[in-house]
């Protein structure tokens, strides 16, 4: 009896952990890059009686950006529907470094205007489909390289170009091939397959990302204070939200002795 209930303990313990299991198989295999990503930080700030043209407050943003010079950053305005597939779009300002993106937006809600900021990490997971499309570039280069060398030497020529490739991913992310680091990371399926198996995490890149996502949300809501400020209006946060994650990036106050 008891080991009957020892049994069915076991069995229930173990059910939230099979299917996590079966929930990741079944993302391998059907799951594609989640092109949102994951939020890790969003506010928003809402300012009564102002009006300006979205175009105006994202050049003003651009510009400050622009002029940071910040290393790998891409600028670029990006569209996302106001509800369904048939709805209105609205123009958002996106910066994006590796995975990482900061996503704006200055928009009227009524008679007042806010203005928002997401940061937004999009993970690079490796799924089937990204295995299946390697498996077919070999295919395809086996059958061009077969036709003038014979099969044979077609073979040994794969293995090469095979370990050739997985050398060029292991080192490209090294100080001497900062340019083949970024080439890898703009070709579509290689650039995933490179950062979720081969690219290396360094304190230096680990300490560019944190100064990137803490440093433009910022300077961004500067801008904003700013530009309320020279029109008279007094910008009010409405909203501001934080990861987890994000949080481990906070500053920590140093500990008070306890009083005796």
């Known amino acids: 009896m008891m080991g009957f209930r020892y049994l069915t303990m076991t ?3 173990d059910k939230p952990k099979n299917s996590e ?13 989640n092109k949102r990503g994951d939020i890790l930080e969003h506010w928003i700030y809402s300012a009564d009686g102002f009006a300006l043209p979205p175009a105006a407050f994202y050049g003003l943003i651009e510009k ?8 790998g950053m891409e600028i670029a305005k990006q569209e996302f529907a106001e ?3 048939l709805s209105d779009q609205r123009i958002y300002l996106r910066f994006l470094r590796e995975r990482l993106a900061i996503v704006a937006c200055a928009a009227p809600f009524g008679n007042i205007y806010f203005f928002s900021c997401r940061t937004v990490h999009v993970p690079a ?11 077919v570039f070999f295919n395809v280069t086996g059958v061009l390289l077969a036709i003038p060398l014979g099969l044979p030497f077609a073979l040994v020529a794969q293995i090469a170009l095979l370990f050739a490739l997985v050398g ?12 083949m680091d970024a080439l890898l990371l ?18 230096y890149r680990d300490d560019t990302r944190t100064l990137y996502v803490k440093m433009l949300p910022n300077l961004i809501k500067a801008a904003t204070e700013e530009m309320c400020a020279e029109k008279g209006v007094k910008l009010v946060r409405r909203y501001h ?4 994650l994000h949080e481990l990036f906070q500053t920590v106050p140093p500990f008070m002795e306890e009083e005796k």
Do not use: C, M
């Open 11 to 13: 069995t229930r313990d």
């Open 21 to 33: 299991r079966l929930r990741r198989v079944i993302d391998f295999i059907f799951g594609f890059e």
């Open 64 to 71: 400050q950006l622009s002029d940071r010079k910040i290393p």
């Open 83 to 85: 509800g369904g597939l």
């Open 125 to 135: 997971l490796v799924r089937l489909w990204h295995i299946v499309a390697a498996l």
């Open 168 to 179: 060029v991913l292991r080192n490209a992310g090294t100080s001497a091939f900062n340019d």
């Open 186 to 203: 703009k070709i579509p399926v290689v650039s995933t397959i490179y950062q979720d198996w081969f690219r290396v995490d360094t304190y």
């Open 241 to 244: 939200f934080q990861h987890a």
